[in-house]
Nanobody, 125 residues
Framework: VQLQASGGGLVQAGGSLRLSCAAP????????AGWFRQAPRTEREFVAA????????VYADSVKGRFSISRDKAKNTVFLQMNSLKPEDTAVYYC???????????????????WGQGTQVTVSS
């Protein structure tokens, strides 16, 4: 299942963006869906994740209170609403899915087996 992330762009600090992740033509059938990001010369870092069935969410401390992850089961899509954006949020954002049945989502990118192509988010100061 190929994941497609969209919704990135250029925004001023304090602005908002909403990212989407879907698997066109196929159900996004997985137990956990997550968002990660990677800035130049840094390692990929966890942003947020959600369990598909119960909608339990986990966030990185750096985005807690500003970002919100959600899923639309009917549209087989996962969203990342990003508010109060900061220049340090600038990165390529990736969506990914973890097939394991978990009570809580994991933050470990190694546990996610399918990845989207990434969408660039740039926040200007």
């Amino acid at each position: 299942v190929q994941l497609q992330a969209s919704g990135g762009g250029l925004v001023q600090a304090g602005g908002s963006l909403r990212l989407s992740c879907a698997a066109p033509g196929r159900p996004l059938s997985s137990n956990v869906a997550g968002w990660f990001r990677q800035a130049p010369r840094t390692e990929r870092e966890f942003v947020a994740a959600i369990t598909w069935r119960a909608g339990i969410t986990v966030y990185a401390d750096s985005v807690k209170g500003r970002f919100s992850i959600s899923r639309d089961k009917a549209k087989n899509t996962v969203f990342l609403q990003m508010n109060s954006l900061k220049p340090e949020d600038t990165a390529v954002y990736y969506c990914a899915t973890d097939p394991r049945n978990r009570v809580l989502p994991t933050r470990d990118p190694q546990e996610y087996d399918k990845w989207g192509q990434g969408t660039q988010v740039t926040v200007s100061s």
